[in-house]
């Protein structure tokens, strides 16, 4: 089999082609599908028949590009979530946004996670910074 694309990983929005040895016959009434490997799920597309021994799909696009951890946190899973954090990585973890901008610290603050805020707020604000954010989120200054 051979596949048509120009780089790997795959972006979303993109035609990929599979060609199929001649010996392999793809029967015009039969259904087909590919299957992709993302980040965080699988994605089973329709594949369509384009000649006897080929098929082409869209890869489809993921909108999905958060962490774990802001994903736990949006689940509500606040043992987790602290699990998470203090592993190695965790500190760099609560600096990351997603998509829509919001960093751990941000989610824990919207779903009103006071553990989370405590735990994030004295990891992430140095004590210079810690002033600037109780103004700006006062829920932190009730957690510290």
């Not at 929005?13 to 029967?27: E, M, N, R, S, W």
């Not at 553990?115 to 210079?128: H, R, S, W």
Request: glycine share 4%; with cysteine.
């Amino acid at each position: 089999m051979e596949l048509s694309c120009a780089e790997l990983p795959l972006y979303g929005q993109v035609t990929i082609h599979a060609k199929f040895d001649k010996d392999i016959y793809l029967p015009e009434d039969a259904e087909f599908y590919f299957v992709y490997g993302g980040s965080l799920k699988r994605y089973i597309m329709f594949a369509e028949r384009v000649s006897d021994s080929a098929l082409q799909s869209i890869v489809p696009e993921s909108k999905h590009k958060e962490t774990l951890l802001q994903l736990v946190i949006k689940l509500g899973l606040v043992k987790l979530s602290l699990f998470l954090e203090a592993q190695p990585g965790g500190s760099l973890a609560l600096a990351l946004s997603s998509e829509e901008g919001a960093t751990p610290l941000d989610l824990a603050l919207q779903h009103e996670h006071s553990k989370l805020v405590e735990a994030f707020a004295k990891v992430l604000i140095p004590t210079k910074l810690r002033q600037w954010k109780v103004q700006k989120y006062p829920a932190v200054q009730q957690a510290l």
